[in-house]
């Protein structure tokens, strides 16, 4: 889920930056603080969208940096279980496919690929035996999160499965959805 949180930290502007506008130093230093920041709580920092409030500066004795108390916006990606995401396949492996979900890779264990006994080609395409469907790279697909570990925070892990109804490869959902469209004509 895609959250706007509001924070109050103090920034630090460092001296070279006293000659530029307050809060174009301030938006500058909040830029290299948070690129690329991950925790629990945010979930992944994808940008300083505004800085709210920006308080009196002090300089801290054998620092030389300005310290403004600042308030100020991030949009943040966190993924929640059982959130159902969209993405495109990055790269097939033996053990499954990894997937672009925005901010973030998710993986999909080959056993939750899809509802088939799933095998691996050299060409790096994932195939159901029964159901002949494939997923390779490039493919948009839509899947449901299940697991969440920041066990590592500069790596988190998310797991992803594809083998629920309306779920998988768009593709493989738009057939569906056409085979389910034939049927109520009939009727």
């Known amino acids: 889920m ?29 830029n290299k ?3 690329g920041f991950i925790s629990k709580d945010f979930g992944f920092v994808i940008a300083v969208s505004s ?13 030389g940096a300005a310290y403004y108390e600042t308030s100020f916006k991030l949009f943040t990606y966190k993924p929640e279980l059982q959130e159902v995401v969209l993405g495109r396949v990055l790269e ?9 979900i925005g901010a973030v890779d998710g993986m999909v264990h080959v056993s939750q690929a899809m509802d088939d006994y799933v095998t691996f080609s050299k060409s790096n395409v994932l ?41 998988g490869n768009l593709k493989w959902i738009d057939d569906e959805l056409k085979k389910i469209g034939k049927e109520s004509k009939k009727k």
């Open 127 to 167: 195939t159901g035996r029964e159901t002949k469907r494939s997923l390779k790279v490039g493919d948009k697909c839509r899947a449901r999160v299940i697991a969440l570990s920041y066990k590592d925070p500069a790596n988190p892990k998310i797991g992803l499965t594809m083998r629920q109804h309306m779920l």
């Open 51 to 63: 800085v709210v409030n920006v308080g009196d500066g002090i300089i801290i004795p054998g620092d």
């Open 33 to 35: 603080q948070f690129e």
């Open 2 to 30: 895609f959250y706007e949180v509001e924070v109050k930290s103090h920034i630090r502007v460092s001296p070279e930056l006293f000659n530029s506008d307050t809060d174009e130093a301030i938006i500058q230093q909040l």
């Open 92 to 100: 097939i492996t033996d053990f499954g496919a990894f997937i672009n």
